[in-house]
């Protein structure tokens, strides 16, 4: 069996200024990079046009820690409208090098139904992460600078400060260091850290910002934290806001790649769904609207987490709204929630697969919370066997929800025509409009028990004293109406990774609560989960490598 690069290897590209013409966009329009990658200006989203067309979600069950194939199903989706005759574009999220490196490999889909050039996408891509995190620590050198510089200092505490460093690269020793060593000129001795870059507000403001205006406008709002005499500051008071901004002049601008069917694909922003908000930018989308019938989308991990927060934050900050929604589930993660262990997958169990409908079943009630009922793709690997499928099958049909068999990795367009139909009627068919978890004037504690309770199946919240600090001194900076942006693992719906399921009558545990100005969101932080991940015992990183000819071998 071929392998995912090498099949990328394998297929015959277009020059990027042919996919911009499949949209209508002139050559003159594509700002290119290289043969086969463009961005596109902004000035071309056209609201009008925005509105009148389709938007597709795609999202999933709980993952295991390989994932799902939701990006996989998305561009094998895309693949099968236009080959029904539909005009479509799949708008999908930059991988972050953390992940490459690490447990899950490449981000760009898999087998037949990937985004093209694979290794330019997965490997720095059009730079757009890179300014992402030069304009982060642009902020952070400006902090310790004002800190250092007593003549201009704005009186910052350093005790106080919020704002850390970020990498792109799963790096746990860096969670925690002390900067400022080394004497009187080498800056002030701090506590500080990193963060990976997907976790950036840098990262969260680009993909909610409308335009570079905007952009800068939010960047000013960044929190750093408070002077000696407990005043807050933001960026706007050291001026950063402006460099920021000019870091991010092409950043913005969503980039223009290929299907290995030819099926244009938009690309932009790469925030993870556990700790960020797990949904590519309001700019490429509104992009993907503007030049195509339909628009298919997804958001990180499973329901409670980028679903959520693809409603909650993204579609409420934009005015979007989609017209069908998409659950990826697999008999592999089904039998993981029925307990099977992680090597045992492949072995046909159907006790196991019955047994782990349960997750499937909550994560079809979550998305029912926001009035739809979801298009279930059974996204299908060699290993899954005729009774296992119709175990599913059988559920979905006793719950009124269609179900499709998906194919996409081995049979790209062909093997998602069935779940492009259904999508196609269920669009056709629905009159309403997604209605959102909760409003954002409730206060931080109603809206982040409505998330737990309706969306995790936990039966109460648990606020740490430093959580408890955390929401009265947002209150008191005023900041109190924003949506919730919630980081928790991705490996159950509680907050506990070992709980496999359907975990009920659970305490949701806070441990501590930020948030982002920027961007207008809160951030309260469950469990153990950390905004800088680290690397497996065993990382991809090991097995990638570059030939005397220049071509990268073993990324997937």
């Not at 020793?173 to 870059?197: A, H, Y």
């Not at 909650?312 to 089904?334: E, G």
Request: charged content about 25%; hydrophobic content about 40%.
């Amino acid at each position: 069996m071929k392998s995912d690069i090498d099949i990328a290897h394998e297929t015959n590209m277009k020059p990027v200024i042919e996919i911009g013409s499949i949209l209508g966009i002139r050559q003159d329009d594509l700002e290119l990079f290289g043969k086969y990658k463009a961005k596109l200006p902004i000035r071309l989203i056209e609201e009008d046009k925005v509105r009148k067309n389709k938007l597709v979600l795609v999202t999933a069950i709980t993952p295991t820690p390989a994932g799902e194939g939701k990006t996989t199903t998305s561009i094998g989706l895309a693949q099968a409208l236009n080959k029904l005759g539909k005009k479509a574009t799949v708008v999908l999220r930059e991988p972050s090098l953390g992940p490459v490196f690490g447990i899950k490999g490449g981000a760009t889909g898999g087998g037949y139904s990937q985004v093209l050039p694979m290794e330019d996408i997965n490997l720095h891509f059009t730079g757009d992460i890179s300014a992402v995190e030069k304009a982060h620590n642009l902020l952070a050198a400006l902090i310790d600078n004002n800190i250092q510089n007593l003549k201009y200092s704005l009186g910052i505490d350093p005790r106080t400060i919020k704002w850390k460093r970020v990498i792109d690269m799963n790096e746990r020793s860096l969670r925690n260091i002390i900067i400022g060593l080394g004497g009187q000129k080498q800056g002030i001795p701090r506590e500080t850290g990193f963060d990976i870059t997907a976790a950036s507000e840098v990262m969260a403001i680009l993909c909610l910002s409308r335009n570079i205006a905007d952009l800068k406008e939010r960047f000013g709002k960044i929190f750093i934290g408070y002077t000696y005499d407990d005043k807050p500051v933001f960026a706007r008071d050291l001026k950063a806001h402006g460099a920021m901004a000019a870091l991010m002049k092409d950043a913005i601008k969503p980039n223009l790649v290929q299907t290995t069917e030819g099926t244009p694909a938009i690309i932009h922003g790469g925030p993870f769904g556990n700790i960020a908000q797990g949904t590519n930018s309001i700019i490429a989308t509104k992009m993907g609207l503007t030049f195509s019938d339909y628009v298919i989308t997804e958001a990180g991990f499973a329901s409670e987490l980028g679903a959520e927060k693809f409603f909650d934050i993204k579609c409420q900050a934009a005015d979007l709204s989609p017209q069908a929604v998409v659950l990826v589930t697999t008999i592999r993660a089904l039998k993981y929630h029925g307990n099977v262990k992680l090597k045992e997958l492949d072995i046909p169990n159907t006790e196991a697969v019955i047994k782990g409908l349960e997750n499937f079943e909550k994560h079809i009630e979550n998305i029912q919370c926001f009035n739809f009922n979801p298009v279930v793709a059974i996204n299908k690997f060699i290993s899954d066997t005729d009774e296992e499928i119709k175990i599913v099958k059988n559920k979905c049909n006793e719950l009124g929800i269609k179900v499709s068999i998906c194919e996409a990795w081995e049979k790209g367009s062909n093997g998602t025509i069935d779940l492009a139909n259904k999508v196609v009627e269920t669009v056709n068919n629905y009159n309403g409009h997604f209605k959102p978890l909760y409003s954002i004037e409730q206060p931080i504690e109603e809206k982040i028990e409505t998330i737990a309770l309706k969306l995790y199946g936990a039966k109460d919240i648990e606020y740490s004293i430093e959580a408890k600090v955390d929401i009265q001194n947002i209150k008191e900076l005023g900041l109190d109406k924003m949506p919730i942006c919630m980081a928790k693992t991705q490996k159950s719906l509680s907050d506990d990774q070992y709980k496999r399921g359907r975990p009920k009558d659970y305490i949701l545990k806070i441990r501590k609560v930020e948030f982002a100005a920027g961007a207008g969101f809160i951030i309260p932080i469950s469990g153990t989960i950390m905004r800088m991940p680290g690397l497996s015992a065993i990382p991809a990183a090991e097995a990638i490598d570059i030939d005397i000819e220049g071509n990268i071998i073993g990324l997937y």
